[in-house]
T-cell receptor, first 115, second 111 residues
Framework: DAGITQSPRHKVTETGTPVTLRCHQT?????MYWYRQDPGHGLRLIHY???????DKGEVSDGYSVSRSKTEDFLLTLESATSSQTSVYFC??????????????FGEGSWLTVV | AQSVTQLDSQVPVFEEAPVELRCNYS??????LFWYVQYPNQGLQLLLK??????LVKGINGFEAEFNKSQTSFHLRKPSVHISDTAEYFC?????????FGKGTMLLVSP
């Protein structure tokens, strides 16, 4: 257990509304990530962070923004939700730094449905 | 950037039978390889990883994988599966900023 909590775990929202998903970690890890998981696509990286106020885009960042004002929290915002953003969203952290052999640990996921 | 290919989207198998889930990676100078498992409605958890050393890597729940450099493969095996092994399995390799995952293989174990 890497101490990752995602909220909300389930949400239904309407097209065009803003949505924020929160990822909270308790162990002060530097690297945090947001992925989305869709059938046939596996996991795809949306955004990641390598420190407070340090973020960068991943493979599928269009339509998403992130913020990290504290080490422990990494927020993912859908500015104007669309049906194509219906997905399962996973937060993840890396334990350790500087090595690509480090293990990534995942949260339990947030199921988002945009109607 | 490195990538992985999981050749099977679904693998059906009977309980107590052996299973192999296939993963091939794009060639690179140094290779780290991972297998993750995802049970229904849960996040992914690490099954095993290869960093260096012995090419046979043992993981949790009786799974093991063999790193084969000549065939650029990292296949996952278990000699006798249980119903509880029903899950989706992901092979992964370090990418530009984090791990890059394959599209997953659904292991379906039936009685």
């Amino acid at each position: 257990d890497a101490g990752i909590t995602q909220s909300p775990r389930h949400k239904v929202t309407e097209t065009g509304t803003p949505v924020t998903l929160r990822c909270h970690q308790t162990e002060n890890h530097r690297y945090m990530y947001w992925y989305r998981q869709d059938p046939g696509h596996g996991l795809r990286l949306i955004h990641y962070s390598y420190g407070v106020k340090d973020t960068d885009k991943g493979e599928v960042s269009d339509g998403y923004s992130v913020s990290r004002s504290k080490t422990e929290d990494f927020l993912l915002t859908l500015e104007s939700a669309t049906s194509s953003q219906t997905s399962v969203y996973f937060c993840a952290i890396t334990v350790g730094e500087g090595s690509s052999g480090n293990t990534i640990y995942f949260g339990e996921g947030s199921w988002l449905t945009v109607v | 950037a490195q990538s992985v290919t999981q050749l099977d989207s679904q693998v059906p198998v009977f309980e107590e039978a052996p299973v192999e889930l296939r993963c091939n990676y794009s060639s690179s100078v140094s290779v780290y390889l991972f297998w993750y498992v995802q049970y229904p409605n849960q996040g992914l958890q690490l099954l095993l990883k290869y960093l260096s050393g012995s090419t046979l890597v043992k993981g949790i729940n009786g799974f093991e994988a063999e790193f084969n450099k000549s065939q650029t493969s990292f296949h996952l095996r278990k000699p006798s599966v249980h119903i509880s092994d029903t899950a989706e399995y992901f092979c992964a390799v370090p990418g530009d900023s984090t791990l890059t995952f394959g599209k997953g293989t659904m292991l379906l174990v039936s009685p």
